[in-house]
């Protein structure tokens, strides 16, 4: 008894099946990760550092001079802060969703509204008058100028608004 010659099917791949919206995907954009946990660190690192320096002819009044945390804005970078670091974490952990995206755009945003106006408020022509009105001196000897740690957050504000940019799309089904 013979049997029939016959031929062998041709392998096939299984159909693909697209990811479902608001699943986890494999972290595929460790650039927006690091560029957004460093850009949080030094958000809330800078939150401490002088952001305006008060000056006696050369003299820096240190006790006049303040950081963000004293000043008030710098609360609101480290909160900025707090939530790159756990927007961060999501990117690691493969969440790339539009929220997120645009969540680390505006908060990158609003800390760089947050510092220009606190340079603004430093760097105004009427400071150094209400300084020494406050003392009850002359204000010719006293100058005012934005201190290194509004433009370190800025920089960091910048930074995690660009890390929000550098997040991929998650794909999408056809």
């Given at each position: 008894m013979s049997l029939p010659p016959?031929?062998?099917?041709?392998?096939?791949?299984?159909?693909?099946?697209?990811?479902?919206?608001?699943?986890?995907?494999?972290?595929?954009?460790?650039?927006?990760?690091?560029v957004a946990a460093a850009s949080a660190v030094v958000l809330i690192a800078g939150s401490f550092v002088r952001w305006s320096v008060v000056r006696f002819d050369?003299?820096?009044?240190?006790?006049?001079?303040r950081s963000g945390w004293n000043e008030g804005?710098?609360?609101?970078?480290?909160?900025?802060?707090?939530?790159?670091?756990?927007?961060?974490s999501l990117v690691i952990g493969g969440i790339r969703e539009?929220?997120?995206?645009?969540?680390?755009?505006?908060?990158?945003?609003?800390?760089?509204?947050?510092c220009v106006l606190a340079f603004l408020d430093a760097t105004s022509d009427g400071k150094p008058g209400r300084i020494a009105d406050a003392l009850g001196i002359t204000a010719p000897g006293i100058t005012?100028?934005?201190g290194t740690g509004v433009l370190i957050t800025a920089l960091a504000?910048?930074?995690?608004?660009?890390?929000?940019?550098?997040?991929?799309?998650?794909?999408h089904p056809p």
């Open positions: 016959t031929s062998p099917e041709p392998w096939a791949a299984p159909a693909a099946t697209p990811p479902v919206a608001g699943t986890r995907q494999p972290a595929g954009t460790p650039a927006a990760a690091v050369t003299v820096v009044m240190s006790e006049l001079s804005d710098g609360k609101i970078t480290v909160l900025i802060g707090i939530g790159g670091m756990i927007a961060a539009r929220w997120l995206r645009i969540g680390m755009v505006v908060a990158g945003g609003v800390a760089i509204v947050d005012v100028e934005a504000g910048l930074g995690l608004a660009i890390a929000g940019l550098l997040l991929e799309r998650p794909p």
